[in-house]
Structures are given as structure tokens and as C-alpha cells.
């Protein structure tokens, strides 16, 4: 079967660093996915990890053990416009699925 | 560069009625495309995906279907519309090989 799981909600404050958990077990695995979708948007791409350890792109960094079934996005200096949901998502053996978490809706605030 | 089209961007059609909405790519060939919704507050639900021209697959029984009668179209349908099938409507590609997807403006349908 197919499971991912994300905390619901997260809190933090504005410039500050927040780390959001992704855990999942998936019948196969061709790389792990971050996206951002603000309210009433569609999703936009944020990172990709096929291979364990961290990747960064700016404020952004994204971190997978694939022995572990585990990944974090983690977000520095935090911005107002940060607040939006962020959805983990796993793509499958083959290459043609991908299985997304429910999305972890983090709020910013000053 | 690639870009993804979607419309309507946003549809109020009554119980009973038929749906088509459509979703082309451009700047990229032999694309996988995909149909997600998503409820209100909710995750993102895969429908359908295709590898290729009339190669579609059905991930959740419903009354809706998709068809690919082109490289870079994607069209879902519906012949009668429920409730139920309010939402937020997204299409997405990626590449045949290893990557991410990328997703259009979405459509968002309200069924009354």
C-alpha cells in the first residue's frame, strides 16, 4: 500500500527556521517531492530527492534517508509569504505515479 | 520552456449536467499527464494518468473518465455531474523519466 504521512499544521514566526517531517511507506520509490500551494493555487515545485542526504536551494533544503522512509523540508528565514501548505510526495517504481501527502498548512507569523 | 494550460478556470454547473475540461502542454513532447482533485482542506487525489496517446489509467472508480487524443491534450469528462465531484481540478505532467511534475492553474468546479 501507499502511505504518507505530515504533521496538519505548523506554526512559526517570521525569520525564523522551521522543519517539516515527511514519513513515508510506499510499494516502490523513484524520488521524493516537496511542493508549496497557497490557498486557492496549484502546487509549486520546490525540491527533489532520489538519493539520500540534503539538497538546498536557497532558503530551502530538503533531507531524505530512504532506509528510514523519511525525509524534512526545512525553511530558513521565514517570510510572510512562506504561510501556504506543503505537500510530500513520492513517485513510484515505474516512474509514472505519484502518491502525495495530505500537506502540512504552515503559518507564519510576525 | 514548458507551460500548462487549463479551462475553465472556474465552473458552477448543475447536478445531472456534463463536464469536459480541458488541459494542453506546450514546449515539451511525449509528456505523462495526470487529473488530480482536491476537496476542500483536502489532499490531492490522483484520477487518472496517461503515458501516452489513448493510454489512460484509471486510478479511483467514479463517474468521471479521461481521454488523450492528442500528445499534449488531456481532457476529463463527465457525463452526469454529483455532488460530490466539487473541487479543485489539476493537471499536471512530468517527464518519462526521473523528475517532478508540474502542475496548471487547476479548474475549480462547484456542483450545485
Known amino acids: 500500500g501507499q502511505n504518507i504521512d505530515q504533521p496538519t499544521e505548523m506554526t512559526a514566526t517570521e525569520g525564523a527556521i522551521v522543519q517539516i517531517n515527511c514519513t513515508y511507506q510506499t510499494s516502490g520509490f523513484n524520488g521524493l517531492f516537496w511542493y508549496q500551494q497557497h490557498a486557492g493555487e496549484a502546487p509549486t515545485f520546490l525540491s527533489y530527492n532520489v538519493l539520500d542526504g540534503l539538497e538546498e536551494k536557497g532558503r530551502f533544503s530538503s533531507f531524505l534517508s530512504r532506509s528510514k522512509g523519511y525525509s524534512y523540508l526545512l525553511l530558513k528565514e521565514l517570510q510572510m509569504k512562506d504561510s501556504a501548505s506543503y505537500l510530500c510526495a513520492v513517485r513510484d517504481t515505474y516512474g509514472q505515479n505519484f502518491v502525495f501527502g495530505p500537506g502540512t498548512r504552515l503559518s507564519v507569523l510576525p | 520552456s514548458q507551460t500548462i494550460h487549463q479551462w475553465p478556470a472556474t465552473l458552477v454547473q448543475p447536478v445531472g449536467s456534463p463536464l469536459s475540461l480541458e488541459c494542453t502542454v506546450e514546449?515539451?513532447?511525449?509528456?505523462?499527464l495526470y487529473w488530480y482533485r482536491q476537496a476542500a482542506g483536502r489532499g490531492l487525489q490522483l484520477l487518472f494518468y496517461?503515458?501516452?496517446?489513448?493510454?489512460i489509467s484509471s486510478e479511483v472508480p467514479q463517474n468521471l473518465s479521461a481521454s488523450r487524443p492528442q500528445d499534449r491534450q488531456f481532457i476529463l469528462s463527465s457525463k452526469k455531474l454529483l455532488l460530490s465531484d466539487s473541487g479543485f481540478y489539476l493537471c499536471a505532467w512530468s517527464v518519462q523519466g526521473p523528475g517532478e511534475q508540474y502542475f496548471g492553474p487547476g479548474t475549480r468546479l462547484t456542483v450545485t
Open positions: 496517461s503515458v501516452g496517446i489513448g493510454q
Open positions: 514546449g515539451t513532447s511525449n509528456p505523462n
